[in-house]
C-alpha cells in the first residue's frame, strides 16, 4: 500500500521518485476512467475544493475544475479579479474566510513566489500549488514528463530542452526538477538574457543556437514568451526572437531524426512556435492537455486519500 | 492461528464444473451474457469459469471483464492503509447486457455494492447476477445474496476465509483461518 511522502503538493523539489512513480500509475487508472462512456468516479464525494485563483489561467483551472468534477468533489471557484482581494485583504484572511465553509483541499495559483509554502504553514487543508509566480508549476511538470512516459516509454535517459523564456518560467524550474529526478539529461537553450544565471547550479547545460539544441534532444518543451512578467526589454524585437529561437518546419526538416515537441500553453503561434510545427504529428500539444486531467485526478486523490474524518 | 482446509483442490475442479452448468442453464450460449470479475481476487475465478465454458463446454465468442472497485468504495479515507487500485480491461459496452459479477469471496456485500455502481458507468445492464466461489453468510452489512454459489460457510468474524489459486499459490485450496 502506498501513499505520498508529502502532505501538500507545493513543488516538484519536495517529492521524490517514488512519489513520481505513484502519482504517474494512479493517472493511468484514471486516464482509463476519463475514456470510459461515463467519465467520472465516486471517490470524493464529500470532499470540497477550493479554486483561488489571483492570476489568469484558463487551462490549468478548467483541467483542475475538470478533475475535481470528475472524482465527484464538491468545487467552489475564486478568482481575484471579482474578489475582495482589491478592497485590500490578505491573502490568509480570504483563504481563512473560504476555509471556515469547511474546504478540504485549496488548489491555488498566486503570482508571488512561495505563496503555496505561506499557506500550508497557516491554513488547515491541503494545498496544490497551481503556479506560484516564477518559481513552480508541479502539476504542469507532472503532466509533462506523463506524457513524454507515454510518448517515449519512459523518461530516464531522454535528452530535453527547455527552448525560450526560462527566466520567468515556473514550468521551466519545475520541469528541470522533474525531469533530473527520473533520470532525463535537460538542456535549456534561449536568448542568454531569458536563461538565469544560477542555472548551472541545477546541472543544466546552456544552448544558445537552436540548431544544435534540437541536434541533441529527444523533445523540445517550447516555452511562451512571457510578455507580461517583463519590466525591460530583453531582445530587441520579436521578430528577432522569432528568428532565432522560433521552432519552424523547415528547422525540423534540417535534423536526420525526429523531436517530439511539447508546449504548456498558451501558444503565441507565429512566434516561439509555427503552426504547422504546433498542429504536426510530432507535436504532443495536446496530448498534454488530455493527460493534464488524469494526472490532476492522481494528484488530487493522493492528497485526498490522506485527510482522515 | 490455527487452519483447516474448507475445499481441497478436487472439490475446487467440482464446484467449478457445478457453476459453468449453472450458468449455462440459465444463459444458453451467452449470446447476450458477459462475465466480470471482480480486481483484484474475483479474476482468478472468472479466468478459471471463461476457460472451463470455452473449452469444455464449447461456448463460443464468451465476454469476459475486469472491473475494478477501487475508486467506488465507501471506505476510501476511512481506512488506515491506502487503497491500491488495479486495472479495468472491460472493451465491450454493459448496455442491455445480462452480467454476472464474479468474486472469491462474499463477506460483508460492499465489495459487490462498489461493483454496482462501477458497473453502471460503462451502460445500463438488462439484468446483473452475482457469483460467488465462497458465501459467509452470516456477516452480510447489505442486502445482497448471491445467485451461484460455490460453498456456503457459516463462519464467525474472527475466523477468515483463504482463497488459493494455481496461478498465485501453485495449488487449489481453500482455508478457514481461525485468528483468535
Known amino acids: ?38 467519465k467520472k468516479v465516486p471517490s470524493l464525494r464529500d470532499i470540497t475544493i477550493a479554486n483561488l485563483f489571483f492570476e489568469n489561467s484558463t487551462r490549468t483551472k478548467l483541467s483542475f475544475e475538470l478533475a475535481e468534477k470528475r472524482l465527484s468533489a464538491d468545487v467552489i471557484n475564486f478568482s481575484a479579479s471579482q474578489s475582495s482581494v482589491k ?65 517515449l516509454g519512459s523518461v530516464k535517459g531522454k535528452k530535453i530542452v527547455i527552448v525560450g523564456d526560462v527566466l520567468h518560467s ?11 529526478l527520473q533520470g532525463a539529461e535537460v538542456k535549456v537553450c534561449g536568448p542568454t538574457t531569458l536563461i538565469p544565471k544560477y542555472i548551472s ?7 544558445t543556437n537552436l540548431k544544435k539544441a534540437l541536434e541533441w534532444c529527444d523533445v523540445a518543451n517550447v516555452l511562451r514568451v512571457q510578455h507580461e512578467r517583463m519590466d525591460v526589454k530583453y531582445f530587441p524585437s520579436t521578430r528577432e526572437y522569432t528568428q532565432l529561437f522560433g521552432i519552424n518546419q523547415q528547422i525540423l526538416d534540417s535534423l536526420d531524426k525526429k523531436v517530439i515537441i511539447m508546449h504548456p500553453g498558451p501558444i503565441n503561434r507565429g512566434v516561439e512556435i509555427t503552426s504547422d510545427v504546433a498542429d504536426s504529428s510530432n507535436s504532443i500539444i495536446l496530448n498534454q492537455v488530455e493527460n ?4 490532476r485526478m492522481a494528484v488530487i486523490y493522493l492528497l485526498a486519500q490522506q485527510i482522515k474524518r | 492461528m490455527s ?5 481441497n483442490s478436487k472439490e475446487i475442479e467440482i464446484i467449478l464444473h457445478r457453476l459453468a452448468c449453472q450458468l449455462i442453464e440459465n444463459h444458453n450460449d451467452f ?47 476511512r481506512r488506515d492503509a491506502p487503497l491500491d487500485a488495479n486495472s479495468t480491461e472491460i472493451d465491450f459496452l454493459i448496455e442491455d447486457k445480462n452480467v454476472v459479477l464474479i468474486d472469491d469471496v462474499l463477506f460483508s456485500g460492499r465489495s459487490i455494492r462498489a461493483g454496482l455502481s462501477a458497473i453502471n458507468d460503462f451502460g445500463r445492464p438488462n439484468l446483473v447476477e452475482l457469483l460467488v466461489l465462497i458465501d459467509r453468510r452470516f456477516s452480510r452489512h447489505l442486502p445482497i445474496q448471491p445467485n451461484y454459489k460455490g460453498r ?27 485468528n483468535i
Not at chain 1, 493534464?292 to 494526472?295: D, H, I, N, T
Open chain 1, 1 to 38: 500500500m502506498k501513499q505520498l511522502s508529502v502532505d501538500h503538493l507545493l513543488g516538484i523539489k519536495y517529492l521524490n521518485k517514488n512519489d513520481i512513480d505513484l502519482i504517474f500509475e494512479t493517472a493511468d487508472h484514471f486516464k482509463e476512467v476519463i475514456n470510459r462512456p461515463i
Open chain 1, 87 to 151: 478592497k485590500g485583504e490578505t491573502l490568509i484572511d480570504t483563504v481563512n474566510n473560504i476555509l471556515s465553509m469547511k474546504v478540504d483541499i485549496v488548489v491555488m495559483r498566486h503570482p508571488n513566489v512561495g505563496a503555496g509554502v505561506f499557506l500550508s504553514k497557516h491554513v488547515d487543508a491541503k494545498i496544490i500549488n497551481a503556479g506560484d509566480g516564477t518559481h513552480e508549476h508541479p502539476t504542469q511538470a507532472l503532466l509533462d514528463s506523463y506524457s513524454i512516459r507515454e510518448r
Open chain 1, 170 to 180: 515556473r514550468v521551466a524550474l519545475s520541469n528541470i526538477f522533474a525531469l533530473q
Open chain 1, 201 to 207: 547550479s541545477l546541472g543544466v547545460g546552456v544552448e
Open chain 1, 292 to 295: 493534464g486531467v488524469a494526472v
Open chain 2, 3 to 7: 487452519s483447516k482446509v474448507l475445499l
Open chain 2, 31 to 77: 449470446s447476450n451474457t458477459v462475465l466480470i470479475g471482480l480486481q483484484p481476487r474475483g479474476i482468478y475465478l472468472a479466468n478459471r469459469l471463461k476457460d472451463l465454458l470455452t473449452n469444455e463446454y464449447h461456448i463460443k465468442d464468451l465476454k469476459l471483464g475486469l472491473l475494478d472497485i477501487t475508486f467506488y468504495r465507501d471506505d476510501f479515507r
Open chain 2, 152 to 178: 456456503q460457510v457459516d463462519a464467525i468474524n474472527q475466523e477468515k476465509v483463504k482463497v488459493c489459486w494455481k496461478e498465485t499459490h501453485n495449488k487449489d485450496v481453500v482455508y478457514i483461518e481461525d
